[in-house]
């Protein structure tokens, strides 16, 4: 079972930014933060990871609480293309050196024009 | 570069037939990875493949569904006989080595079972 929580769904405004949260309680202290968006009739695609500090790259940043028991996902100015379904996962390292992905709902977001 | 290819990109069969589907991960990728997603779900994981061994299979319904990677490159995935249950996309990704993070996906074949 996936070890995050995340709303269901979520809207933003073109243009402006977005904060899509996620909450990971019982996150381990080697669990890496990961994040996959998922675009319609689109496999999924990495957007964002991270273990304690706050990450940016060009598609957003990653915004990781002190106890990391929370996070968020920062869509610094959402566009129509950013409308897809978000997913917070906690990496799984099932044998060393290899790691699973288990996905959870994750989080609809829609883009009003 | 190319990203991960799948075939076919939909698929419609008859409950009890059989169905296969084929994956072609990015050139180089030792991790090779076989999903499927239920409507309104994520992505489940049904197998992974290091090269051309399995690293876990524990959520394939080994009853039905089979998978290999011979070569250590391409993959199948079949299901035989197929149950209406296994409507679903199937997604393939690949990832560069093993403990890398990022998997890239392919677009998924679409199996609607009637």
């Known amino acids: 079972d996936a070890k995050t929580t995340q709303p269901n769904s979520m809207e933003s405004n073109e243009e402006e930014p977005v904060h899509l949260p996620c909450n990971h309680s019982?996150?381990?202290?080697?669990?890496?933060i990961h994040w996959y968006r998922q675009l319609p009739s689109q496999g999924p695609e990495y957007v964002i990871h991270?273990?304690?500090s706050n990450v940016n790259n060009r598609m957003a940043s990653l915004a990781i609480a002190e106890d990391r028991k929370s996070s968020t996902l920062i869509l610094h100015r959402a566009t129509l293309r950013d409308a897809a379904v978000y997913y917070c996962?906690?990496?799984?390292?099932?044998?060393?050196?290899?790691?699973?992905?288990?996905f959870g709902k994750g989080t609809k977001l829609s883009v009003i024009p | 570069e190319a990203g991960v290819a799948q075939s076919p990109r939909y698929k419609i069969i008859e409950k009890r037939q059989s169905v296969a589907f084929w994956c072609n991960p990015i050139?180089?990728?030792?991790?090779l990875y076989w999903y499927q997603q239920i409507l309104g779900q994520g992505p489940k994981l049904l197998i992974q493949?290091?090269?051309?061994?399995?690293?876990?299979d524990s959520q394939l319904p080994k009853d039905r569904f089979s998978a290999e990677r011979l070569k250590g490159v391409d993959s199948t995935l079949k299901i035989q006989p197929a149950k209406l249950e296994d409507s679903a996309v199937y997604l393939c990704?690949?990832?560069?080595?093993?403990?890398?993070?990022?998997?890239?996906f392919g677009p998924g074949t679409r199996l609607l079972v009637l």
């Open positions: 990704a690949s990832s560069a080595r093993e403990g890398r993070e990022t998997q890239y």
């Open positions: 493949f290091q090269n051309n061994g399995v690293v876990d």
């Open positions: 050139s180089g990728h030792a991790t």
């Open positions: 996962i906690l990496r799984d390292p099932i044998v060393a050196g290899s790691y699973q992905l288990t």
């Open positions: 991270g273990l304690t």
């Open positions: 019982t996150i381990s202290g080697t669990d890496y």
